[in-house]
């Protein structure tokens, strides 16, 4: 997917089959569109409004000035997941502070965690990482080990 400003977009020069046309989108779509994709993103789109509108009800105050429709029901779609997030991230955080041998990588400070992502990189002393994520696994706890192609 491409995304850009206009004007910045027509100075770009696209590598394209003659019968495209010259302006854009279309100089940028070679052959048959990825149609699997266009539906794909509609879903995500979909899912994401009902997600503002089941879960991020309480967040309209604070965007609707500024937003309506579907970007106000996105703007409260993830204010909802980034306050879930949240506490997922401040439990998990309290249960690897109180577990003794565990190494947290990345911020851990909670006074800190508005400027966190919700993943986690951590070590238990004396045990290697695929046995903890064998462990935690056995526990329904989903987590893999690995250098994810970081070598």
Known sequence: MLYGRHQVLDELTAYRMRPAPQDQPGKFETGTGNFERYAGVLGALEYLEWVGDTFGEHYAEKYEERFSGCKLRLKQAFAAI?????????????????TPG????????MRRLEERVPTFAFSLQGRHPRWVARML????????DGHYCAV
Do not use: K, P, Q
């Open 137 to 144: 696994d056995m526990s329904d706890i989903y987590v893999w």
């Open 82 to 98: 980034r306050a879930y997030e949240y506490e997922l991230n401040r439990a998990l955080l309290e249960v690897l502070e109180e």
């Open 102 to 109: 565990v190494t947290v990588y990345g911020l851990s400070d």
